[in-house]
């Protein structure tokens, strides 16, 4: 706490003997900082300059009185936490309650006779602004921490965005290779036996227009991929309603070729309902549960492997018929960086950013239990309709 006898002391009296013994009494007890002046205009031209910490005010003043110039005070934003104290000749109940209404913190009697009064009713105001400022700087202090760490916290959710997306992508990528093996050895076959077909003697006009319209047809499939990859990490800007069977088919659409070469069953079954919210993050939602439930069925070498997704009541259930989740560890499995799968095979970001996206940008709720022979996860929506 700073040193009170430094503190700058605001006197203003249109009387100069009240000027001159207030002066002397502060400065014969060691306030170093003492500025008098004899009417409120010259009182709003010293706050306008200097740092005030205490202002003693007479209230009967020609021209600007001392109730409206506490009031003028109390209410100006640069100077409203400066306490008042009202010298007054009138210290009945009336006269005090208009100087207390008007925003003065204490009052001194006039004729002002002694220091004693006038000193203690100084310190304590002195005091108590002190001890004000000091909470004050401790809760600016506490605001910057916080607003740090919610620039932390933000910067380590972008982070974490980043690096799930980056998973994704991974993950995305591989699908492309798997949806785009077989056309690409369908596209090799009919080059390799365009050669034997020109020896045999079998291309003619025909032959040709046919031979164009197949690879063609594969051609348009394998740029259709391409497509669905960008439209999946397309960022939305705001929110949309949005068919929740036609997402979850998109994303099963790429995700087809994984599925078989791993002969894994996909089965959506339920009603579609519409829903408002980022289509793209949603669809991120289901593509990592999918990839959970596959890489789940895949490790643990499931026979008749299977994924259900279920529409019903604004819920979509997604189940696997795989092993379950340790009920020791089942809790955390949304925690951020945690993950069940070896090194290097999972970033423990997926089911974290899921929830997120579930219940911070969609307002929804996801769940996770184990069930007969599988997992189901559970995401519950507010449909538009609902």
Same mark, same amino acid.
């Given at each position: +706490?700073?040193?009170?006898?430094?503190?700058?002391?605001?006197v203003?009296?249109?009387?100069?003997?009240?000027l001159?013994?207030?002066e002397?009494?502060?400065?014969?007890?060691?306030? =170093?900082?003492?500025i008098c002046?004899?009417?409120?205009?010259?009182?709003?031209?010293?706050?306008?300059e200097?740092g005030?910490?205490?202002? *003693?005010?007479?209230?009967?003043?020609?021209?600007?009185?001392?109730?409206? /110039?506490? =009031?003028y005070?109390?209410?100006?934003?640069?100077?409203?936490?400066?306490?008042?104290?009202? /010298?007054?000749?009138?210290?009945?109940l009336?006269?005090?309650?208009?100087?207390?209404? /008007?925003?003065?913190?204490?009052?001194?009697?006039?004729?002002?006779?002694?220091?004693?009064?006038?000193?203690?009713?100084?310190?304590? /105001?002195?005091?108590?602004?002190?001890?004000?400022d000091?909470i004050?700087?401790?809760?600016?202090?506490?605001d910057?921490?916080?607003?740090?760490e919610?620039?932390?916290?933000?910067?380590?959710?972008?982070? +974490?965005?980043?690096?799930?997306?980056?998973?994704?992508?991974?993950?995305m990528v591989g699908? *492309?290779?798997?949806?785009?093996?077989?056309?690409?050895?369908?596209?090799s076959?009919?080059i390799?036996n365009l =050669?034997?077909?020109?020896?045999?003697?079998?291309?003619d006009?025909?032959?040709?227009d046919?031979?164009?319209?197949?690879?063609?047809?594969?051609?348009?499939?394998?740029?259709?991929?391409?497509?669905?990859?960008?439209?999946?990490?397309?960022?939305?800007?705001e929110?949309?309603?949005? $068919?929740?069977?036609? $997402?979850?088919?998109?994303?099963?659409?790429?995700?087809?070729?994984?599925?078989?070469?791993?002969?894994?069953?996909?089965?959506i079954?339920?009603?579609d309902?519409?829903?408002?919210?980022?289509k793209?993050?949603?669809?991120?939602?289901?593509m990592?549960?999918?990839?959970?439930a596959?890489?789940?069925?895949?490790?643990?070498?499931?026979?008749?492997?299977?994924?259900?997704?279920?529409?019903?009541?604004?819920?979509?259930? *997604?189940?696997?018929?795989?092993?379950?989740?340790?009920e020791?560890?089942?809790?955390?499995?949304?925690?951020p960086?945690f993950?069940?799968?070896?090194?290097?095979?999972?970033?423990?970001?997926g089911?974290?950013m899921?929830?997120?996206?579930?219940?911070?940008?969609?307002?929804?709720?996801?769940?996770?239990?184990?069930?007969?022979n599988?997992?189901?996860? =559970?995401?519950s929506?507010?449909s538009?309709?609902?």
């Amino acid at each position: +706490m700073s040193n009170l006898y430094n503190s700058y002391i605001l006197v203003v009296d249109d009387n100069d003997d009240n000027l001159e013994l207030i002066e002397d009494f502060l400065d014969d007890e060691g306030y =170093e900082n003492i500025i008098c002046v004899t009417g409120a205009r010259d009182a709003y031209d010293v706050l306008s300059e200097k740092g005030i910490d205490l202002i *003693i005010l007479d209230i009967m003043m020609p021209d600007i009185d001392g109730l409206e /110039a506490c =009031e003028y005070i109390k209410t100006h934003p640069d100077y409203k936490d400066i306490p008042i104290i009202i /010298a007054t000749a009138k210290a009945d109940l009336d006269t005090l309650k208009a100087g207390f209404e /008007a925003g003065a913190s204490d009052y001194v009697r006039k004729p002002i006779t002694n220091d004693i009064e006038l000193l203690a009713r100084v310190k304590n /105001a002195l005091t108590l602004k002190c001890q004000v400022d000091y909470i004050k700087n401790i809760n600016e202090s506490l605001d910057d921490k916080i607003k740090d760490e919610i620039d932390k916290n933000h910067k380590k959710d972008l982070l +974490m965005q980043e690096q799930t997306k980056l998973a994704e992508m991974g993950e995305m990528v591989g699908s *492309i290779a798997h949806q785009w093996r077989q056309p690409l050895n369908a596209l090799s076959i009919n080059i390799q036996n365009l =050669e034997d077909d020109f020896e045999e003697g079998l291309i003619d006009k025909i032959f040709i227009d046919n031979f164009i319209q197949k690879n063609t047809d594969i051609i348009n499939f394998m740029s259709h991929t391409i497509d669905d990859f960008r439209n999946f990490f397309r960022i939305d800007k705001e929110k949309i309603d949005f $068919s929740v069977l036609e $997402s979850i088919e998109n994303v099963v659409n790429i995700q087809d070729a994984v599925l078989k070469n791993y002969n894994i069953n996909l089965e959506i079954i339920g009603d579609d309902f519409i829903i408002n919210g980022f289509k793209n993050e949603f669809s991120q939602v289901v593509m990592n549960l999918i990839n959970n439930a596959k890489d789940a069925l895949v490790e643990n070498k499931i026979d008749d492997a299977k994924i259900v997704v279920e529409l019903s009541n604004n819920k979509i259930t *997604i189940i696997n018929n795989g092993v379950g989740i340790d009920e020791d560890i089942i809790d955390r499995i949304f925690e951020p960086y945690f993950t069940t799968k070896e090194q290097g095979k999972g970033t423990g970001m997926g089911l974290y950013m899921s929830k997120m996206i579930i219940e911070n940008n969609m307002n929804g709720k996801i769940d996770v239990k184990n069930i007969d022979n599988g997992v189901s996860f =559970e995401i519950s929506l507010k449909s538009v309709d609902s």
